[in-house]
């Protein structure tokens, strides 16, 4: 994999990696013309720079719904070098690894501006583990389930993805199972729930944070999400616990770039004390212990942002000017 920055350019080294080249089919190419097919694209649809920064492709793919055929191996040992932990198969370890990866953030400015660049294509365990060291930033549900499967396999422990339904769509959400000596256990860093939720043997679940309780209780076929907050209690998603094939999760993951929520920039990420910190667009709201407090960002968005969530100010940059390029697009059209 590599980062296809302007400087890296000028130093890479072509490999036996290949793909298929748009537009001319039964052709490959080696990472050399990826880099060259990368430029063009970029200028052409007069994206910004950056995003020739996030663009990266994983080793071994082609083209088509999700036919990797080689997912990245070095997820997990990024994952446990950065952070400086050791994998483990104890109900203290996969607390832990659900903990620390939680620092991780729920983002989709990286998916934002792939989309932007003509580029709808999943962002594997290797690209989000690197990424993230490289620039801070995260993913969504799929690309962080997906990272969190690579670790807990990685660990010797039996992981595998849950497809879930929300009420405004059917499979438009995703957490992980995880299970061994220790237990079951669900994993949602894509609903930001801090750490693991460890199952009771009837299957019940609860999270308890500042201002809010978490409560997954089992249902015919999976398990129920509610949350508490307020004294009010509120359906928030439906698990399902079958087997879900790697071609179906893979068929969602490519699905969820026609979401409506990609013409906005949404970030979270669990906060100290049991908190949590959310952006949308150009407002962002913090909730801990005390209450909750809102802020603007629309002055300095990408300054707070690396502040706020690690991502790096030149990415946050990049997806909020893209934003607001597609807004007066969509006035434009609409007037």
Known sequence: MFWLTSSRIAEHTPVRTQRSVPGRAGETACDADLVHLLTECVSEKGVERVISVLVQFPAHFTDGVGNYNKPMEKAAEIFFEHFGLSPGRSAADIHGIGEVFGRIPWENLTKFLLRASGENRPRLAGEVMTGHVDAGTGGTCYSLTETLNKIFSFCGLSARPLTGHMNHGKNIHCALLVE?????????????VPGAVELSESGTGEVVTAGRRMLWSPVDGGWKLHTVENGRKQFRYRLESRQLSRQEFLRYWQESFLSAGLNSLHLNL?????????????NLRILGPGGSRNQKLHDDYAVKIKQTFGITAEIAEAAWKEMQKQKKERENVSS
């Open 270 to 282: 669990a906060g100290p004390l049991g908190g949590r910190v959310s952006a949308h667009n150009g």
């Open 180 to 192: 061994g000596e220790a237990g079951r256990f669900i994993l949602d860093p894509g609903y930001v």
